[in-house]
C-alpha cells in the first residue's frame, strides 16, 4: 500500500492481526500502517532498536498529529486517529 504524508510517498505494510501486537519489535526498518479504528492507544518503543517518526492520520490521511518515538519509550497521542503511520528514522 502507498500514502502520501507531508508531500512524501511511502510504501508501507499494513499490520493486522498479531503483526499489529508485533508491530516494529525485533525488527529490522520497515513502514507500517496500522487502523486505530478513531481510537487513541498508547504506543511503545519497547524491543524496537531504533527511533521512529510517528503520523496519527484521519480517514483521509490527513496528518493530525505526529511525533518521534525513541527506543523503549511510550508516547500517549493527544487525538483520536484512524490511522497511525510508523516510519522509522
Request: net charge positive; aromatic share 16%; glycine share 2%.
Amino acid at each position: 500500500m502507498k500514502v502520501e504524508i507531508e508531500n512524501n510517498n511511502y510504501s508501507v505494510e499494513e499490520c493486522k492481526h498479531l503483526s499489529k501486537f508485533r508491530g516494529l519489535m525485533f525488527s529490522k526498518k520497515r513502514n507500517l500502517i496500522f487502523d486505530l479504528n478513531n481510537k487513541r492507544e498508547v504506543i511503545h518503543g519497547f524491543f524496537v532498536f531504533f527511533p521512529i517518526q510517528l503520523y496519527f492520520l484521519d480517514e483521509s490521511f490527513k496528518v493530525l498529529e505526529k511525533e518521534i518515538l525513541k527506543p523503549f519509550r511510550i508516547y500517549i497521542p493527544k487525538v483520536k486517529a484512524k490511522y497511525l503511520v510508523e516510519i522509522p528514522c
